[in-house]
Each structure stands twice: as structure tokens, then as C-alpha cells.
């Protein structure tokens, strides 16, 4: 999970290289990445809620 080739990381990086050319004062076009980051993020909540009421249930 450490490795180079791990897709959080790449992610990562990809982000971490386009804020520092917007805050370098780059005009670019608008990235669908955040939206991208914030649904995995629902999903990861929602799926974390569900397992716990089935944990709480069982």
C-alpha cells in the first residue's frame, strides 16, 4: 500500500501539482477530481454506517 503505484497516492499527487499552479497563478480549466473525492467519501460513509447497524443489530 506504500508502493508508488498506489492510487490514493497518484491522486494525490496529480491534486498537489494543479493547486500549485492555480496558487502560482495559472488559469485552468475547472477539475471534476473534488467531485470525484467527495462521492468515494459519501460512499465511504455510507457503507461504514451500514455495516455498523448491522453490526449493532446482529
Not at 21 to 45: D, I
Request: hydrophobic share 35%; charged share 30%; net charge positive.
Amino acid at each position: 500500500m506504500d508502493g508508488p503505484r498506489h492510487p490514493a497516492r497518484r491522486g494525490r499527487r496529480r491534486l498537489n501539482r494543479r493547486s500549485d499552479r492555480v496558487l502560482a497563478g495559472e488559469t485552468l480549466p475547472r477539475s471534476r477530481a473534488h467531485h470525484y473525492y467527495v462521492a468515494t467519501e459519501l460512499v465511504k460513509v455510507f457503507a461504514l454506517l451500514a455495516l455498523d447497524t448491522d453490526v449493532l443489530t446482529t
